[in-house]
């Protein structure tokens, strides 16, 4: 605010200089009435925000104390939601597919999983990229298409006998008697051109004989294999095999498929077995 001349002061000649004064004074009024409701509005949306997620924290607790509840109690919904949060816990690269449908059979406490696994795209095959400075450029290399295939094979064996693992684990009040797994692959078939969702392999393990296998210490195909998994010999080939148990989705019951699985091995021609048997 301007300061006024002393003589003006003295003898009165001060209206011209009040008159800026107040102007001076009105203008700073606005500026700070402007900011201060500023100011306030942020803080009521900060706190609406707050407010919110608050709400939103507690309706999620409630929720999963509620689930909670419902598990213990082995109620069959609450079965399949707590599995579907198990599963939804997993981690996994980016570019792999998370998807999947539970069901369960509370007659038999058999969990049915059908899982949405990697295509051969979703997994990296560049193992170097190098700066070449005196041509500008990266120079990249990749795996050989046999390496490609067994790394794919590898990660898919592994995948499902994680999700077993998994699931077992979690099953703290003992509801799951047994586990159904059907891999599911949407990959480009090369012959057609077009992309196709498959059943590439099939797999259902007890239990009481699953939690016996030293996981950190076995061969994934191996293990699959003596689980008496069904798939072909190379994953890579995305080959269709039929789930030992799909689901009828129009009455949500399981169907048996298949009772032949003893005398399938590697060399078992998929293709050649009668449909009956497959």
Request: hydrophobic share 35%; proline share 4%.
């Amino acid at each position: 605010m301007t300061k006024v001349p002393f003589f003006k002061a003295l003898f009165g000649g001060t209206k011209k200089h009040n008159q800026q004064q107040e102007l001076e004074y009105s203008q700073a009024l606005k500026k700070w009435q402007k900011s201060k409701g500023k100011i306030e509005k942020e803080n009521e949306e900060t706190l609406n925000k707050h407010t919110i997620s608050e709400q939103k924290r507690t309706a999620f607790n409630q929720k999963v104390d509620e689930l909670k509840t419902r598990y213990q109690k082995k109620d069959p919904e609450a079965i399949v939601e707590y599995c579907e949060m198990v599963l939804n816990n997993s981690e996994y690269p980016d570019s792999f597919p998370k998807d999947f449908e539970v069901q369960h059979n509370e007659s038999n406490r058999m969990i049915l999983v059908d899982f949405q696994l990697p295509s051969p795209d979703n997994i990296p095959a560049r193992t170097m990229v190098k700066y070449i400075k005196s041509k500008d450029s990266f120079d990249e290399k990749f795996l050989s298409q046999s390496d490609q295939s067994k790394l794919f094979d590898s990660t898919i064996y592994q995948i499902t006998l994680r999700t077993l693992h998994e699931l077992f684990e979690a099953d703290v009040v003992d509801v799951i008697a047994a586990i159904t797994f059907n891999g599911i692959i949407t990959a480009l078939n090369p012959a057609t051109g077009h992309k196709e969702t498959k059943c590439i392999l099939s797999i259902q393990a007890s239990k009481t004989e699953f939690i016996k296998i030293n996981l950190a210490n076995i061969d994934p195909k191996l293990c699959f294999k003596a689980l008496k998994g069904v798939g072909s010999a190379k994953l890579s080939t995305i080959t269709t095999v039929r789930p030992i148990l799909e689901l009828d989705k129009s009455d949500k019951r399981f169907t048996d498929h298949y009772e032949v699985a003893d005398g399938m091995n590697e060399s078992t021609n998929l293709a050649a077995m009668d449909w009956e048997d497959f």
